[in-house]
């Protein structure tokens, strides 16, 4: 089992620094069907992976690949909106929350793929209303960082991208800043409701920096066009298999 999650470290540190998503998307799905892990642990411990796996993927980005105004932004609102989304996600049955968590990756990750938001110039305009907005994405983001116990890339990336206008490997690099902070959140939020499985955590998040720090700077050297279909391409795969499993689940329970 180690070996197995310390694999899959690897694989989400690979597309963490490539993509700036990935992490939750694919470890909530994989610890719960494939490792056997109730929910609301894997929801805890994702949160975790959430955390390291952008660490090193945002090293090789420090250097104008992050728009600090917009994280900061972000990540103010985000914070609350944490709390509040794993205060509702107590409530919710799980198979709610695993279809709500397929259909967000569906919608963002066609959205991407369709290539509509191709984003703004390098140091976009701000439009007059940015400040709200930036704010909205926030609440989205960390209300999703707690209900789903994702750090909030596959959908912090298109939205930065389509209301806020940033070119999309800028908002993978911003995204990636907002992402450990609401995991950070999201975990504060989760100690009250659930422990995480440490050493699983703890396998996964080792090689997944060390991976993500390699990928990041692969990342820095692909054109933008192959960066979103990479990212869109995860995202929709990931959709339809956790759609299937909690459809699967729903249909056994009946």
């Known amino acids: 089992m180690i070996y197995a999650v310390a694999a899959l470290g690897a694989l989400v540190g690979a597309v963490t620094g490539l993509v700036g998503a990935g992490g939750g998307i694919i470890a909530v799905p994989s610890l719960v069907y494939i490792a056997g892990v109730p929910l609301p642990t894997a929801v805890s411990t994702s949160l975790i992976m959430g955390a390291l796996a952008p660490l090193g993927a945002i090293i090789p980005r420090l250097r104008g690949g992050v728009d600090w105004r917009t994280a900061g932004a972000v990540v103010l609102s985000g914070i609350p ?10 409530l919710l049955p799980d198979e709610i929350v695993l279809v709500s968590f397929a259909a967000l990756m569906l919608v963002a990750g066609a959205q991407m793929l369709r290539g509509r938001h191709a984003g703004g110039k390098e140091h976009p305009v701000r439009p007059r209303l940015w400040t709200l907005r930036a704010l909205g994405v926030g609440v989205a983001v960390g209300f999703l960082t707690g209900l789903l116990g994702v750090g909030g890339g596959f959908i912090t990336v298109p939205a930065l991208v389509a209301l806020l206008g940033l070119p999309l490997r800028l908002a993978i690099g911003t995204s990636l800043v907002v992402t450990v902070v609401n995991a950070l959140a999201g975990i504060a939020a989760h100690a009250s409701v659930t422990q995480p499985d440490w050493a699983i955590a703890l ?25 979103r279909v990479c990212f869109a391409t995860l995202v929709l795969l990931a959709g339809v298999g956790t759609a299937m499993q909690a459809v699967l689940g729903i249909m056994t329970a009946a």
């Open 81 to 90: 909106a944490a709390f509040a989304g794993t205060f509702a996600g107590s």
């Open 203 to 227: 396998a996964f998040g080792i090689p997944s920096v060390i991976v993500a720090f390699a990928s990041g700077l692969v990342a820095r050297r692909l054109p933008e066009r192959v960066l």
